[in-house]
C-alpha cells in the first residue's frame, strides 16, 4: 500500500489494529502457557496426591532406589506433577484382554519371523 498524505490516517488506524491484535495474541498465549505450567509437590504434598498415601519413609525409599522421578533444589526434595502422572500410569497393571492382545501379537511377530525362507516349498 502506497502511504500519501491523505491515506496516511486510514494507513495509521490499520497500523494500531495490526499492533492490537498481535498484542491481544501474546496476551493470550503467555495466560495460556502460564496456566500450563508445571505443577510441583514437596515430599509431604507427593504423599497427599498420591492414591495409596505412602508414608515419607516409603517415598524416601523409592527416592534412594531411584525408582520415582524427582529433582532437589537445594536439599528439598521435590517432584513434578506430569512426571508423576506419567510414572503412575508405566506402573498400572494391565488387563487380562490387555495381557491376552500383547501375548498374541507377540506370538503372531514371532512365527512370522521364524517362517522358513527359501528351500523347495519357500
Known amino acids: 500500500m502506497q502511504i500519501t498524505l491523505e491515506t496516511l490516517p486510514q494507513a495509521f488506524a490499520m497500523f494500531v489494529d495490526d499492533t492490537n ?7 493470550e498465549k ?7 505450567s ?4 514437596d515430599i509431604n504434598q507427593l504423599c ?8 515419607k519413609a516409603t ?3 523409592l527416592v534412594h532406589r531411584g ?10 526434595l ?18 487380562k484382554a490387555e495381557l491376552q492382545e500383547e501375548t498374541t501379537s507377540t506370538a503372531d511377530s514371532f512365527l512370522v519371523s521364524k517362517k522358513k525362507k527359501g528351500g523347495i516349498n519357500g
Do not use: V
Not at 521435590?78 to 488387563?95: N, V
Open 21 to 27: 491484535e498481535k498484542f491481544r495474541l501474546l496476551l
Open 30 to 36: 503467555s495466560a495460556h502457557t502460564q496456566t500450563k
Open 38 to 41: 508445571c505443577q510441583w509437590f
Open 48 to 55: 497427599d496426591y498420591l492414591p495409596h498415601h505412602p508414608a
Open 59 to 61: 517415598i524416601y525409599g
Open 67 to 76: 525408582e520415582i522421578p524427582n529433582m532437589k533444589q537445594g536439599k528439598k
Open 78 to 95: 521435590i517432584f513434578s506433577k506430569d512426571a508423576i502422572d506419567t510414572w503412575l500410569e508405566s506402573h498400572r497393571r494391565k488387563t
